[in-house]
């Protein structure tokens, strides 16, 4: 049974920062893509940025490009995503997504498994 597990929101003043972890468990994730989304209330779920838990390349939306960053720990089995310079409208629910082998990785029906969601709220 996969599971994933986000962890590290909270309520940061716009500019600051924050690390948002994901544990994954229940299987070895080397050939799954592992994905990052977000819903704000009264919103679609959308794309924030995936990877492969294996390596290479990462892709973000436009809207965190440069201001966010994937990172794994594989020892540890845990996704990463730095967020720097948020906005007001970086506030949202942030999930992670784990998907069996390498896939369309903005669509949300792309992904196998999903966490609960850890809320980051960014103050003006």
């Known amino acids: 049974q996969v599971q994933l597990v986000e962890s590290g929101g909270g309520l940061v003043q716009a500019g600051g920062s924050l690390r948002l972890s994901c544990a994954a468990s229940?299987?070895?994730?080397?050939?799954?893509?592992m994905g990052w989304f977000r819903q704000a209330p009264g919103k679609e779920r959308e794309f924030v940025g995936a990877?492969?838990?294996?390596?290479?390349?990462?892709y973000y939306a436009d809207s965190v490009k440069g201001r966010f960053t994937i990172s794994r720990d594989n020892a540890k089995s845990t996704l990463y995503m730095q967020m720097n310079n948020l906005k007001p409208e970086d506030t949202a629910v942030y999930y992670c997504?784990?998907?069996?082998?390498?896939?369309?990785?903005?669509?949300?029906?792309?992904?196998?498994?999903w966490g609960q969601g850890t809320q980051v709220t960014v103050s003006s």
């Open positions: 990877t492969r838990w294996s390596g290479g390349s990462t």
């Open positions: 229940g299987r070895t994730f080397g050939t799954y893509t």
């Open positions: 997504a784990a998907a069996r082998g390498w896939v369309p990785v903005t669509m949300t029906s792309s992904y196998d498994y």
